[in-house]
């Protein structure tokens, strides 16, 4: 019998990035790339809480190419920003006090 009170091992997440390769005859195909193990990813409003600062100016430091991690998951332009936490946290630890 599994005991159920011990803690669940997050499970990581994957990104396979798409590679266009061109042929000989000038056709395009598309391939999958190496996959890329992502980083606990979290909104830009968790993002702001732990930093201390407006949502808003975390969406405009992403926008700008401030976080590293920073990207739009979907396709649309609405899409919302996701960064790594640990950049967060590693950039909230580096804040004078």
């Not at 669940?8 to 061109?22: H, L």
């Not at 598309?30 to 890329?36: I, L, N, Q, R, S």
């Not at 190419?65 to 950039?91: D, M």
Request: hydrophobic share 40%; aromatic share 4%; net charge positive.
């Amino acid at each position: 019998m599994i005991n159920s009170s011990k803690t669940r091992m997050a499970v990581p997440q994957v990104y396979v990035p798409a590679v266009k390769v061109v042929q000989l005859d000038g056709s395009i195909l598309v391939k999958a790339g190496k996959p890329v193990v992502v980083e606990e990813l979290i909104g830009t409003g968790e993002a702001a809480r732990i930093l201390g600062i407006s949502q808003r100016w975390v969406e405009t430091q992403c926008s700008e190419g401030r976080f590293t991690t920073a990207h739009k998951p979907g396709q649309q332009p609405n899409s919302r920003w996701r960064l790594a936490r640990s950049e967060v946290v590693a950039r909230k630890e580096m804040e004078p006090k």
